[in-house]
């Protein structure tokens, strides 16, 4: 098939009527989740993630990807109105959003918001399009040797650009890796680390431990700390939106500058679109001839931030869907949710399930557009949404967890297992650990493992193999320099209190 | 003497423990095989080993490097961890038994408490509505078979 025969398939998948609807539910669920602050796109995810079980899984896909780029979308609305970020990928629009807001123009910071969201998405999309095909062909021949190099090498680079330092990140990836270890070993069948528990025979639930380390750990850390009471609704009538020409014309470079930074980190592994962000922010400000004015409500401290995270969100998937490596958490719950529907991600994916994938890409597209008309016309009601009280929030949300986790197998024990995994999420979460690279490591564990395993049973035992085989030798040189790079700051800041 | 870090000892000790624990366990109960050919406890064991490890660079850089920040126990939300895991817990355990509303109540009532200012008028009112709310999502809307309530007997 031609590729203007795929692009077409594609069309004709997500147009139809149930794609377009779940494709509407997710970016508005998203987006929902997106505003109010305190949950996160991975929380968002996994609490919307037992309701695609009962869909197919093209729908399943195209509605977690929508929640995935529609909370960028809304996260940024609250970040402008009440300099409390959404979700991570939005906390830099604080900077240059909120003090717009304070001098009376937050309605033209989320019109030109959403203008640079679909700038992103739409540059991010174009190069999936280009690039996926290109890379899965290329990755036909990969043996176990070059998947366990670059499964190991995102989540090195995972555990680098996470806040805090490497050590921690590290640590938590091989926690991940060892909770995605419990059950059934996949080569003899034995049962590890299970002590009995006839539940985890089958291994730890990975909604269960999405669900605690990122919905209830962080609901706990947010309970008494947001307040949305200070809107004001008439900043976001569509009078006040209306941007002046000289807001549009310096819009422009930053939009262009922010889609290729964020489609470059949306690629890598282990980055993602808050480091795009943060990024595309520092890079406008150095560019600026006025950087002194920036945090004082400057358009391009918005609007290259947002074009990148969406640019991120969109680029991710090429990785994901390509080789069949995350590169982030949420990537990682993805490939999960592809899994549990039974197909195998990897770069046949392409070519076996085409209408999945282009279907998927091609969903893209409409979910931005309609992005668009929910976040022009209909802000109003996502700011109403932001006044309502948090402490009538947070228990729906527990709620919700709840039902959704126990829903997946219907088994009380997950729901245990998510206050075991909230617990722990809270306290890793005080102790300064990033949480993402466990959830990482739990989702690529099993896989490297099997990698690891095959590779050394056809090497003979030799370790040579990741050595000489050249891509895969280039990858651990990467991931040698980039684990280096992390560990610098440990080495030399030895200063004495 | 030089001022050590007591947030970072603490935790990378615990790790490096429990990194050395999973180990052994591993060493002691899954078969360890050869390079070749490994068995199911290689991977777990060089896993454990790993852990241990990380740990131990974490509790060292605490011991040597002191600027590195430290937990401020006032900024632990003590309350809302206990009541919003109690009512995930209760949730757990009267989903099989007593059915959907009661564990909706159970999650929602206790966990409301989790914000300080909570008061069991409206929580009452939150917990109706959230139930009915549960309702219509998950058994009208998305057709799950729920046990809606019943006796635990």
Redesign the interface.
């Known amino acids: 098939m031609s590729y203007f025969d795929n692009l077409i398939l594609g069309l004709q998948t997500a147009l139809s009527w149930y794609n377009l609807l779940w494709c509407f539910i997710g970016v508005f669920l998203g987006t929902l989740l997106g505003v109010i602050p305190g949950i996160g796109v991975v929380a968002a995810i996994s609490m919307l993630f037992p309701?695609t079980f009962?869909l197919e899984p093209t729908a399943a896909l195209i509605m977690l990807a929508g929640i995935w780029y529609g909370t960028s979308y809304g996260g940024s609305t609250a970040s402008i109105l009440l300099n409390v970020p959404g979700s991570a990928t939005n906390a830099v629009t604080c900077l240059d959003g909120y003090p717009m807001t304070q001098q009376g123009r937050g309605g033209i910071a989320l019109l030109m918001t959403t203008v640079a969201s679909f700038f992103g998405g739409s540059f991010g999309i174009i190069l999936l399009m280009g690039f996926a095909g290109t890379i899965s062909a290329y990755a036909l021949s990969f043996s176990s040797a070059e998947y366990f190099s670059l499964m190991l090498l995102g989540l090195i680079a995972a555990c680098n650009v996470s806040n805090g330092?490497i050590?921690?990140g590290?640590?938590m990836v091989?926690?991940g890796?060892?909770f995605g270890?419990v059950g059934s070993?996949i080569?003899?069948g034995?049962r590890?680390?299970d002590f009995g528990i006839l539940d985890l025979a089958d291994g730890i639930n990975l909604v269960a431990l999405a669900m605690g380390l990122f919905g209830?750990s962080e609901?706990?850390?947010s309970?008494?700390k947001v307040d949305g009471k200070q809107v004001d609704p008439n900043s976001v009538k569509l009078s006040a939106m209306k941007p002046t020409r000289e807001d549009v014309r310096r819009s422009w470079l930053p939009m262009i500058r922010g889609s290729s930074i964020g489609a470059f980190f949306g690629t890598l592994p282990g980055t993602g679109s808050s480091i795009a962000a943060f990024m595309a922010y520092a890079v406008e400000k150095r560019v600026s001839k006025t950087p002194e004015k920036f945090g004082t409500g400057e358009i391009e401290g918005i609007m290259a931030p947002e074009t990148a995270n969406n640019a991120a969100d969109q680029t991710s998937f090429i990785p994901t869907l390509a080789l069949g490596i995350p590169g982030s958490a949420t990537m990682a719950l993805m490939l999960g949710a592809l899994m549990i529907h039974g197909i195998a991600p990897g770069p046949q994916l392409m070519t076996e399930q085409p209408s999945l994938f282009w279907g998927l890409v091609m969903s893209f597209w409409i979910g931005n557009v309609l992005l668009v008309i929910l976040n022009v016309p209909l802000i109003g009601v996502w700011v109403r949404l932001l006044m309502v009280p948090?402490?009538?929030l947070?228990?729906?949300v527990?709620?919700f967890?709840?039902?959704g986790t126990?829903?997946v197998s219907n088994s009380?024990?997950d729901?245990?297992l998510?206050?075991m995994f909230?617990?722990l999420g809270?306290a890793f979460r005080?102790?300064?650990y990033p949480a993402a690279p466990m959830l990482l490591g739990f989702v690529l564990g099993p896989m490297m493992?099997e990698h690891?395993?095959r590779a050394?049973?056809l090497s003979?035992?030799d370790?040579g193999t990741f050595l000489s085989r050249p891509i895969s030798a280039t990858v651990l040189a990467i991931a040698l320099l980039v684990l280096l790079w992390g560990l610098k700051p440990?080495i030399f800041?030895?200063?004495?209190? | 003497m030089a001022d050590r870090n007591y947030s970072e000892i603490v935790p990378g000790v615990v790790i490096a423990l429990f990194g050395a624990i999973v180990a052994i366990y591993a060493a002691q109960h899954y078969t360890i095989g050869t390079l070749q050919r490994m068995g199911p406890g290689m991977f777990p064991m060089a896993l454990g080993v790993l852990i241990a490890g990380l740990g131990s660079i974490q509790a060292l850089t605490g011991w040597v490097n002191s600027s590195l920040p430290r937990v401020d126990p006032r900024t632990i939300q003590w309350r809302a961890a206990l009541f919003i895991l109690a009512g995930v817990i209760v949730f757990s355990l009267l989903i099989r038994t007593a059915g959907l509303i009661p564990g909706v109540i159970g999650v929602v009532g206790i966990s409301a408490f989790a914000d300080k200012g909570a008061r069991a008028i409206p929580v009452i009112i939150l917990s109706v509505i959230l139930c009915a709310i549960a309702w219509l999502i998950f058994s009208l809307g998305l057709g799950m078979h729920f046990k809606l309530i019943g006796w635990p007997f």
């Open positions: 309701l009962q330092s050590i921690k590290l640590i091989a926690l890796i060892l270890l070993d080569y003899t034995t590890r680390f209830v609901v706990v850390a309970v008494g948090y402490n009538w947070f228990p729906a527990l709620m967890i709840c039902i126990y829903s009380a024990f729901v245990m998510v206050v909230g617990a809270y005080v102790g300064g493992e690891f395993r050394m049973l003979r035992g370790f440990l800041n030895r200063k004495p209190a």
